[in-house]
């Protein structure tokens, strides 16, 4: 993708998410980081409102800020939200362009709110920060757009340094970078093929499941939260989603620990044991990833890999060495003849987050 006379250019970077899924709506940690794959997006004033998608090659112009049900809802709920914190947005043209895959669990809705946000405030000359531009971006999903998410996707979305994945406490919405020294080995992304369409209303689900398991336990937060608290819980369904936030929180600070040891193959099992919590506990998984976990851990190039994401489908991680692409070509066959997809591999390099292209 590249740049053009002498508009605004903006890229707004994809996100995966190494470890802690599920837990940035129940006040627990995350250590997501951008990829170089992007939403591009291309700003300038004009008299109306006009949105352009090269992808579908369709446009959208509009002359209110009410909802659409559709793609277009992403730009105009930032507009609005934007609005809402006082920063008055102008019409513009604009153009976008993507080559992240949507559906993909890589967070293209959040790039596109981020990009668009951050689009909007260079045009307009706005000194925005960035955690600043994070939270509208969360208020768009959650109040215009209807998906009652967390922050991890638009803090990585804007945030992410570079060689570097960003823990953050999603409680006090504080944050670190942590270096990715993988020393020879590598993370790459699968895309099942499997779109995580049934996302949304099963994602506001499992968040009203965690909420119920809060209140039979009499605590307001996760964070105070014991195994023996979880024992209390009679509902198997609502017992099983508090031990999957209660432990995967637990082993995102051993990642942490063990990525400062430099102990990878630690860290590739703490990636296996957060897919089979995933998995059984919250139930996010599907039949074709959970296919190709199952092969994964037959190879010893690979130290471990798990579903990112919302779940439902979408993308797995995979910590590998170098041997993962020819592992990968025996697995790809068979998932061909099983499923009749073929996944799609992406060698991650991780991105800064979003910026502008001079
Ligand atoms: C989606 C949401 C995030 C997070 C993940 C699951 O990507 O947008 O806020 O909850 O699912 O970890």
Redesign the pocket.
Known sequence: MSDTNGKIVVYSPGRA?LI??????NDGY?LPFAIKRYVKIEIEPSKAFKIFSEQTKKGVAFDNLNRTNSWADYVIGMIVKLQERGYNVKPFNMRINSDLPMGA?L?S??ALEVGVGYAICQMMDYDISMEELANIAHSC?VEFVG?R?????QYAVALSRENNALFIDTMTKEYKYVPLNLDGARLYLVNSGVKHELGSSE?NKRRKECEDALKIMGKISFRSVSVEDIEKISDDVLKRRALHVLTENERVLKTLSALEADNLRLVGKYLYESHYSLRDNYEVSCPEIDFLIGEFEKSSNIYGARIV???FGGSVIVLADTGFERVMDEISKKYVIKYGIEPKVIDVETSDGVHRIE
């Open positions: 998410n802690g899924e599920h837990t940035d709506y995350v669990g967070s809705s959040a999903e998906v998410c967390g922050i991890m996707d994602y994401g919302a779940g």
